[in-house]
């Protein structure tokens, strides 16, 4: 902590400076990923990456803006899961003592509170137990961040989010930090911006998407208005993901040059989540589908359109490194057999989509299944468009639903309602899907997405209810 006279100097730099400077550079130069955490516009903004990467004191940066100290009701609060973690040495309450004084706070230490000349207040709080949200329910927090993300319940930030208002013109702001953790509810959230190995695609980093939360599911938009145009009594919010690195902080590796050594040193998986920022590696993970299942249902064999019934299933993905893909699926007596499959990657929107209309026109299916978050909801617009009066259905996936279709897929495949050709790239997908976390351990999923999108429909189109007898 500053002696007195210390802190009274840094207040009158502080008044100074409040006039003539919007961010806090007064204090410390931010390195270039904290200044994109700073600079970010998203109601909510997730910080995650390796140790010692500057998040959490890029979290006490953002909430002690200056132009939100000049504010008398500002109130921000940052929370950990518990209280020793923020009073432990060099935690929050003893990294804001470094610098809160500068900017003319002053502590409270049983509130574990800063209040600053304006009236402005920045507090620390925790949430140990789920119920403990409820403490804050006739709260209007403009300014709520989370240090540690992963350490806290999906229900308890979502229902913080909803306590997030501010009455007095303050843009209510929500913001998160965190190392990886391929266990947590966070992981599956931020999935867009997570490449299939579990290293964030650099080209995402700060992308700005749109949800909305549906019966307690999240849906994504790439824009506002295509969510409120789907959900119109909905408030989209605007969420992105920073990532960091140990690299990106030479601050601590010029301090503390043995830190890194302290992470290589760890076990592997630790090691690639905490100093490579990896989000998919994990102790150990349970399956979804049954290996000898997977083995008995591979008796299949692609074959060219022929008389008989056929459901076409697609799961469309656009630019990135996922694959537009889609599946022909034979309905026999007993079984659903994959007779083809088109996958593209990186190919454009309208020759992904001619590509499909030549195979619905071979195959002539019975049903056409779309995963229609978002890009696949064009794809559909465009299908009607093109082959008015074909039969086609929007499957939207949501944490909920792709339990449920891949609980369908697992299901299928135990019952041996299912036939795939032994050399379907599924079966190497199927082999690595993790049954927590509902996507691959690592690699690709879009072709069991794409099965799944099919599932949604597998008791339409099974023995005991054969499709043709039911409407839809
Ligand atoms: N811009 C900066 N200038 C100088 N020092 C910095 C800067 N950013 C961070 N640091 C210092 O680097 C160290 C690590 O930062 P911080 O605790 O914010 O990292 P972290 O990403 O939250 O780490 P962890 O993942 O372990 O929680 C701290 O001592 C912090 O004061
Ligand atoms: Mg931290």
């Not at 009073?87 to 509170?113: C, H, Q």
């Not at 300014?143 to 930030?157: P, S």
């Not at 019975?366 to 890009?375: C, R, Y």
């Not at 082959?387 to 944490?399: K, S």
Request: glycine fraction near 8%; hydrophobic fraction near 35%; include cysteine.
């Amino acid at each position: 902590m500053k002696t007195n006279s210390q802190i009274k100097a840094a207040i009158a730099k502080l008044e100074k400076n409040l006039s003539n400077t919007s961010t806090n550079e007064l204090l410390l130069q931010p390195q270039p990923r904290q200044r994109d955490f700073l600079e970010s516009d998203a109601d909510i903004c997730l910080f995650g990456g390796s140790a010692g990467s500057g998040k959490s004191l890029s979290l006490l940066l953002d909430f002690a803006r200056a132009e939100l100290l000049k504010l008398p009701h500002y109130g921000g609060v940052i929370f950990r899961r518990t209280y020793p973690e923020i009073r432990n040495e060099g935690g929050l309450w003893d990294e804001s003592g470094l610098w809160y004084p500068l900017l003319g706070g002053v502590p409270n230490e049983s509130r574990l509170s800063w209040s600053f000349p304006s009236g402005a207040t920045i507090r620390f709080s925790h949430l140990q137990h789920e119920k403990d949200v409820y403490r804050w329910q006739g709260s209007q927090l403009s300014r709520v961040g989370f240090d540690e993300v992963t350490h806290f319940g999906r229900k308890m930030i979502f229902y913080l989010m909803s306590r997030m208002r501010s009455p007095h013109g303050i843009k209510p702001k929500m913001r998160l930090t965190c190392n990886p953790d391929a266990e947590s509810w966070l992981a599956g959230f931020i999935d867009w911006w997570i490449d299939p190995v579990g290293y964030p695609y650099a080209n995402r980093s700060g992308v700005i998407r749109w949800f909305i939360v549906l019966k307690g599911d999240v849906v994504w938009g790439q824009t506002k208005e295509e969510l409120t145009e789907l959900y119109p009594s909905c408030q989209p919010k605007s969420f992105t993901f920073i990532s960091a690195k140990l690299t990106d902080n030479p601050a601590l590796l010029q301090k503390d040059p043995g830190y890194l050594a302290n992470l290589e040193a760890q076990d592997p998986v630790e090691r690639a989540r905490l100093l490579d920022g990896n989000w998919k590696a994990r102790k150990s993970e349970s399956k979804l589908f049954d290996d000898d299942s997977i083995l008995r249902c591979s008796d299949g064999a692609w074959m060219p359109p022929q008389k008989g019934r056929y459901l076409v299933a697609c799961d469309p993905n656009f630019g990135g490194a996922d694959f537009f893909e889609v599946q022909v699926w034979k309905l026999e007596p007993q079984k659903v057999c994959l007779v083809h499959e088109w996958r593209s990657q990186k190919q454009s929107v309208v020759s992904s989509i001619a590509q499909m209309i030549n195979i619905i026109n071979l195959y002539n299916p019975l049903l056409t299944a779309v995963e229609s978050n978002s890009g696949g909801k064009i794809v559909l617009e465009r299908l009607h468009q093109e082959l008015p009066g074909r039969r086609f259905e929007g499957v939207l996936t949501t944490a909920t639903s792709k339990v449920v279709n891949t609980d369908r897929l697992a299901i299928s495949l135990l019952n041996q309602e299912l036939s795939f050709p032994p050399d379907w790239i599924g079966i190497p997908e199927m082999h690595n899907f993790a049954k927590h976390s509902r996507q691959a351990a690592s690699g690709y999923d879009d072709a069991v997405m794409c099965a799944s999108v099919m599932c949604a429909f597998i008791d339409r189109v099974s023995s005991r209810s054969p499709i043709g007898s039911t409407s839809y």
